[in-house]
T-cell receptor, first 113, second 117 residues
Framework: KAGVTQTPRYLIKTRGQQVTLSCSPISGHRSVSWYQQTPGQGLQFLFEYFSETQRNKGNFPGRFSGRQFSNSRSEMNVSTLELGDSALYLC????????????FGSGTQLSVL | AQKITQTQPGMFVQEKEAVTLDCTYD???????LFWYKQPSSGEMIFLIYQGSYDQQNATEGRYSLNFQKARKSANLVISASQLGDSAMYFCAMREGRGGGADGLTFGKGTHLIIQP
């Protein structure tokens, strides 16, 4: 069974640009959540989607957005990139909302120059 | 205040020894879940073990066990018979609340565990 797939693995952007990251959950999983990991702030929750609806959002500015498609695949978008957005963005999937087991992908490493 | 505190930034342990990674948490919610994840250098977060606040027994998963002391708000991870492949960052996390709404995980800062041969 394939795991959580995140693309691209690495991304380099410049300030002011926008970026879209993709996450394909494990087959059958309907919940997808996103986390940002930085050396300074650690791991922080961005948002969670279930059945194409955003169920909860962390404390991030409106520049961070996401969506989920009918096949449970999810994308997150960051507009007007700032240097501080440089981070590892991790996607996690689970069968149900608030499931005990979250399965993470390897992440997308975003560098903003 | 920190919701999840991991007081050991780094640990060196001899192979085959048991390891205890500390985690304390802070919540006023009676319903919560506690998680441990392993993150090797590849970046992927690997689920290790889960403990619900109402679970009567300590969770175990193979070589991993969770020493849950509710009154002390502590959820230490114990790895028995450590192996070289256990070298990684370890994160304790918590999810609060119950009900229809979804809440994300709150993570600690992590412990960098290095197993020495």
């Amino acid at each position: 069974k394939a795991g959580v797939t995140q693309t691209p693995r690495y991304l380099i952007k410049t300030r002011g640009q926008q970026v879209t990251l993709s996450c394909s959950p494990i087959s059958g999983h309907r919940s997808v959540s996103w986390y940002q990991q930085t050396p300074g702030q650690g791991l922080q929750f961005l948002f969670e989607y279930f059945s194409e609806t955003q169920r909860n959002k962390g404390n991030f500015p409106g520049r961070f957005s996401g969506r989920q498609f009918s096949n449970s695949r999810s994308e997150m978008n960051v507009s007007t990139l700032e240097l501080g957005d440089s981070a590892l963005y991790l996607c996690a999937s689970s069968l149900f909302l608030r499931d005990e087991k979250l399965f993470f992908g390897s992440g997308t490493q975003l560098s903003v120059l | 205040a920190q919701k999840i505190t991991q007081t050991q930034p780094g640990m060196f342990v001899q192979e085959k020894e048991a390891v205890t990674l500390d985690c304390t948490y802070d919540t006023s919610d009676p319903s919560y879940g506690l998680f441990w994840y392993k993150q090797p250098s590849s970046g992927e977060m690997i689920f290790l073990i889960y403990q619900g606040s109402y679970d009567q027994q300590n969770a175990t998963e193979g070589r991993y066990s969770l020493n849950f002391q509710k009154a002390r708000k502590s959820a230490n991870l114990v790895i028995s018979a450590s192996q070289l492949g256990d070298s990684a960052m370890y994160f304790c996390a918590m999810r609060e609340g119950r009900g229809g709404g979804a809440d994300g995980l709150t993570f600690g800062k992590g412990t960098h565990l290095i197993i020495q041969p």
